[in-house]
């Protein structure tokens, strides 16, 4: 699935930003697939150093914006699992700020965050890879919006490019 195969009943206004951030005719393994050959790069060229760097007092540091996406990751890929199993169970929110606080990222080496992303992201690729056109466009709610299982996979490279642009752009030029 592309972006360009979703509709508006999809997936909130609110995480159009994310979607905006591929190509309208990214498919959906085939970002996954980018997404996880950009990350591992990122990590493998950045020092240990510069995971506890953070560009402005408040903001994240490198590594606490790793184990957020990563965080991320998890919880859109159980949303899209639980939709494509016709469960019909709202699913809540979380809140990344207290996730984030919670992560013990600076506890982390770049080894530990970079496995920690290889295993989920390998996970998402195999969940959605295995997943029929109409499993793809199943429906269900999490946060209290609609999302298809499409929209959610789309959403989880959304957003990695979403932050990708944001440490290329406040952080370091890597």
Known sequence: MRISDLQENEFNY???????????????LMALIQGRE??????ERISTEQLAFKYAEGKWTIAEVLV????????????AFRISR??????????????????????LSKEDILNDFLAVRDASIN???????NKLQQIGTASGMPWSVAALGLAISGHQKHHEHILRDRYLVV
């Open 14 to 28: 609110f995480y159009a930003t994310y979607l905006r951030t591929l190509d309208e005719e990214d498919d959906l």
């Open 38 to 43: 950009w990350f591992q790069s990122f990590v």
């Open 68 to 79: 957020h996406l990563v965080d991320t990751e998890r919880v859109f890929q159980y949303r």
């Open 86 to 107: 016709n469960d019909k169970t709202p699913l809540p929110g979380f809140e990344q700020d207290d996730y984030v606080l919670e992560s013990e990222s600076d506890q």
């Open 127 to 133: 969940l959605f890879k295995n997943m029929s056109r």
